[in-house]
């Protein structure tokens, strides 16, 4: 044994010396030290060290890339590399980097958590329950049903813009090759922000549309009640006698007048008891239909003008199905668009 190791120029003393560092290194998982260690050990033992320094030293040129790319600013390559370095050999040096790269990057993975959340608050078939409520006479409208949607569009809307302030705090230079990804993923989250503000105004636009509709019926039907009136009965008793058309009008417009007023409060994203823009204006229109002023003999006359005024709501809302939709929240659609964001979400997930 002696005369072996003086053949390959390796004492006794240095290879004992060898076998401590390498078990030192091994035992503080310092990476360096073992790759040292280990072509000494290699030199002496090929059979049982030298697929050691093998792994050691791609794992080494690994840690090397990813202290490069540290000292770039070029996180996501710096994190990527150094878990592969990790995945070698477990090491302080690579996770080291692991944990200074991965303190930039995990907005990524609080972002993708919000969005997760953010998917389970609202119905799977979104689009679909939009669409059935343009059959749904706006009588029949659930109230309730309609206040819990519009709150989980709001709350859903309120998290993917956290999400996009999370993304938004990662600097896009220390992003390398994913930085397109993550504009295109940050691109389908701001598409579905906005296809949830368009939900909510759709079905706003909706139940104006339909009960401008019953308004206008209204309109018409009453101007030729009161025009009859006019005929028969003396002016002190005009309002008298049309009374109980414009009360029945009223019952009948009773549902539609609960939906405006409940849809207007729940839908201008401030969470208070706070009118729309457009309700004002709603509300005197509807008033110069349902509560005619003197003289009652100029109603009939301005059946005309309140029917243009009527004009901008009865117009029918449409709305599209967001091509975007299943890229942010279906979990095989997004891995299929977002590969290289997955894998870093997961790998984050791992190092946290």
């Known amino acids: 044994m002696l005369s072996l190791l003086l053949l390959i120029g390796c004492t006794p003393n240095e290879f004992t010396a060898a ?3 390498y078990e030192q290194a091994k035992s503080t998982q310092q990476l360096i030290p073992l790759t040292v260690s280990l072509k000494q050990l290699a030199h002496f033992k090929p059979e049982l060290y030298l697929a050691e320094l093998t792994t050691a030293n791609s ?3 690994k840690f090397q890339l990813a202290k490069k790319y540290l000292e770039q600013k070029n996180y996501y390559q710096a994190f990527m590399s150094s878990h ?3 995945l070698m050999i477990d090491s302080v040096e690579s996770k080291h980097i692991l944990k200074e790269a991965g303190r930039v990057l995990l907005p990524f993975a609080k972002a993708y958590a ?3 959340k953010s998917s389970k608050l609202l119905p799977s078939s979104l689009f679909n329950l939009l669409i059935d409520h343009q059959s749904i006479p706006a009588d029949k409208w659930n109230l309730i049903e309609l206040n819990h949607l519009f709150a989980q569009l709001n709350e859903s809307r309120n998290i993917l813009i956290i999400s996009i302030n999370e993304i938004n705090s990662i600097d896009m230079s220390s992003l390398g090759s994913l ?3 993550v504009v295109s993923w940050k691109s389908d ?6 296809y949830y503000q368009q939900a909510q105004e759709y079905l706003s636009e909706l139940a104006r549309f339909k009960c401008a509709s019953a308004l206008n019926v209204s309109n018409l039907k009453l101007a030729e009640q009161t025009s009859s009136i006019l005929l028969v009965f003396r002016s002190k008793k005009i309002k008298k006698a049309i009374k109980p058309f414009f009360n029945q009008a009223k019952i009948e417009y009773a549902a539609c007048k609960q939906l405006i007023e409940n849809i207007s409060l729940v839908s201008t994203f401030s969470g208070y008891k706070i009118h729309s823009s457009w309700f004002p204006n709603w509300r005197k229109v509807e008033s110069s239909i349902l509560e005619p002023v003197e003289p009652i003999s100029a109603y009939p006359l301005q059946v005309k003008q309140r029917g243009q005024q009527l004009q901008s709501y009865l117009i029918e809302p449409e709305i599209s199905k967001p091509t975007a939709l299943e890229n942010i929240h279906d979990v095989n659609g997004f891995s299929s668009h977002y590969g290289s964001i997955v894998n ?3 790998k984050l997930k791992v190092h946290r």
């Open 19 to 21: 076998k401590r560092s």
């Open 59 to 61: 794992a080494n040129i």
């Open 84 to 86: 592969d370095s990790n």
């Open 114 to 116: 919000n969005i997760k």
């Open 179 to 181: 930085s397109e990804q």
């Open 189 to 194: 989250i701001s598409n579905q922000v906005q």
């Open 344 to 346: 870093l979400i997961d």
